[in-house]
């Protein structure tokens, strides 16, 4: 096998773009080996000091500090894979302990979650500039999962506020760090 030079370019990402092109068997068989949330979910958390949604002018969720979490839902996603992901954001250890380091779960430091479905986290670009969203989950198994999803943060005890399912919303927040991290097991990342 012949060495690269270091002005060869490194060969491109197997997926770069999630689509049609890129084959939907390729897809299934890399979420299948993808590892331990086991679907395509996406999720964007950010941390926050505070965020709040607002549709039509009216204020629908708002938290202090803790998570903002934007949820993209994909058409093979069910509740177990639901449940899979909270215990991830339950536990993911990002919050700073006394000596600054990101040592604290969100139930150490009482964080607050504001959770936003977001089906726009599977746009796909592979055909051109507009995208599309045939990745994604239709509204009528999207919405359930993601009231699942709130009502298992819930359920372990966290204030959770949620924006309006299908509503245009406006989501302002103070993004504390900045602190962002994309959740997903699918080759988006």
Same mark, same amino acid.
């Given at each position: 096998m012949a060495r690269r030079t270091r002005t060869e370019p490194a060969a491109p990402p197997a997926f770069p773009f999630v689509g049609v092109d890129s084959g939907y068997h390729a897809l299934r068989a890399s979420r299948e080996s993808a590892g331990a949330l086991g679907g395509m979910v996406r999720a964007v958390l950010q941390r926050v000091r505070r965020a709040r949604v607002v549709v039509d002018g009216e204020e629908v969720g708002a938290i202090g500090r803790g998570w903002m979490i934007l949820l993209g839902i994909g058409r093979e996603d069910?509740?177990?894979?639901? !449940?899979?992901?909270?215990?991830?954001?339950? @536990?993911?250890?990002?919050? #700073?302990?006394? #000596? /600054?380091?990101?040592?604290? !779960?969100?139930?150490?430091? /009482?964080?607050e979650f504001l959770v936003v479905s977001q089906f726009t986290l599977y746009a796909d670009l592979s055909r051109g500039r507009r995208p599309g969203f045939a990745y994604a989950a239709l509204p009528e198994q999207a919405?359930?999962?993601?009231? #699942?999803?709130?009502?298992?943060?819930? /359920?372990? @005890?966290?204030?959770?506020? %949620?924006?309006?399912?299908? !509503?245009?919303?406006?989501?302002?927040? %103070?993004?504390?760090?900045?602190?962002?991290?994309?959740? %997903?097991?699918?080759?988006?990342?």
């Open positions: 069910d509740a177990a894979i639901a !449940a899979r992901l909270v215990d991830k954001v339950a @536990g993911l250890r990002a919050f #700073e302990d006394a #000596e /600054g380091k990101t040592n604290l !779960a969100a139930a150490d430091v /009482g964080a919405e359930p999962l993601v009231e #699942e999803f709130a009502r298992l943060l819930r /359920g372990r @005890g966290f204030r959770v506020a %949620t924006g309006r399912f299908g !509503a245009d919303m406006d989501v302002e927040l %103070t993004n504390q760090g900045p602190f962002t991290i994309v959740l %997903t097991t699918d080759p988006w990342s």
